[in-house]
């Protein structure tokens, strides 16, 4: 049974950060394109970054580009987000997903979603 669960959401202060963390299980994890998605009330989920299989490649939306970080773990099956210079319009709840092709995870169709951790930026 494949299960991802993320968790390190809360509520932070605009400017603020905040680290997130993906563990994956029932999965090669190291074979596996991991990425991130958003998703704000009343709007559609939204691609935040994604990274290959082995790391070296990282992909991020613009609207994050510069202060997001993603990076994975394969010892440990746990990709993270870090989330710096936080902005009220990051709040959301934010999904991690796996798939074996990166595109599948890029354009937000890959197989595998977790639950979802709560964002919230205040001002």
């Known amino acids: 049974q494949v299960q991802l669960v993320e968790s390190g959401g809360g509520l932070v202060q605009a400017g603020g950060s905040l680290r997130l963390s993906c563990a994956a299980s029932?999965?090669?994890?190291?074979?596996?394109?991991m990425g991130w998605f958003r998703q704000a009330p009343g709007k559609e989920r939204e691609y935040v970054t994604a990274?290959?299989?082995?790391?070296?490649?990282?992909y991020y939306a613009d609207s994050v580009k510069g202060r997001f970080t993603i990076s994975r773990d394969n010892a440990k099956n746990t990709v993270y987000l870090q989330m710096n210079s936080l902005k009220l319009e990051d709040t959301a709840v934010y999904y991690c997903?796996?798939?074996?092709?990166?595109?599948?995870?890029?354009?937000?169709?890959?197989?595998?979603w977790g639950q979802g951790t709560q964002v919230t930026v205040s001002s």
């Open positions: 990274i290959s299989w082995t790391g070296g490649r990282t």
């Open positions: 997903a796996a798939d074996l092709n990166q595109n599948s995870v890029r354009s937000g169709s890959a197989d595998y």
């Open positions: 029932g999965i090669a994890f190291s074979s596996y394109a």
